[in-house]
Nanobody, 126 residues
Framework: QVQLVESGGGLVQAGDSLRLSCAASGRVSSYNTMGWFRQAPGKEREFVTGINWSVSMTHYSDSVKGRFTISRVNGKNTVYLQMNSLKPEDTAVYYC???????????????????WGQGTQVTVSS
């Protein structure tokens, strides 16, 4: 089993920055990809970004490309999501997730992830 805990959410103004963290524990050797998803009220959970460190690959949704950065420190079981130039439409609950199902790519579908955190709220006011 893998446990994921997100932190760093909060209330910010448009244009501000925020950094989310996702700390993993348990059988961390059982996965090679972590992704960030978000879900706004009344909307489906959507892929934001992911990182596959086995092949040194990252992938971003078009809506956050150029503003968000995912990173992982080698040897540490923590993945970060740096969010810059935040917009009100970025408001959502942000979830991190882990998977080993995409050995050579970054899985983008939520159904492809096996482990999920509890989520952290990000609210961006205009």
């Amino acid at each position: 089993q893998v446990q994921l805990v997100e932190s760093g959410g909060g209330l910010v103004q448009a244009g501000d920055s925020l950094r989310l963290s996702c700390a993993a524990s348990g059988r961390v050797s059982s996965y090679n990809t972590m992704g960030w998803f978000r879900q706004a009220p009344g909307k489906e959970r959507e892929f934001v970004t992911g990182i596959n460190w086995s092949v040194s690959m990252t992938h971003y949704s078009d809506s956050v490309k150029g503003r968000f950065t995912i990173s992982r420190v080698n040897g540490k079981n923590t993945v970060y999501l740096q969010m810059n130039s935040l917009k009100p439409e970025d408001t959502a609950v942000y979830y991190c997730a882990a998977t080993a199902r995409g050995p050579y790519t970054v899985v983008v579908g939520p159904e492809g992830y096996d482990y999920w955190g509890q989520g952290t709220q990000v609210t961006v006011s205009s």
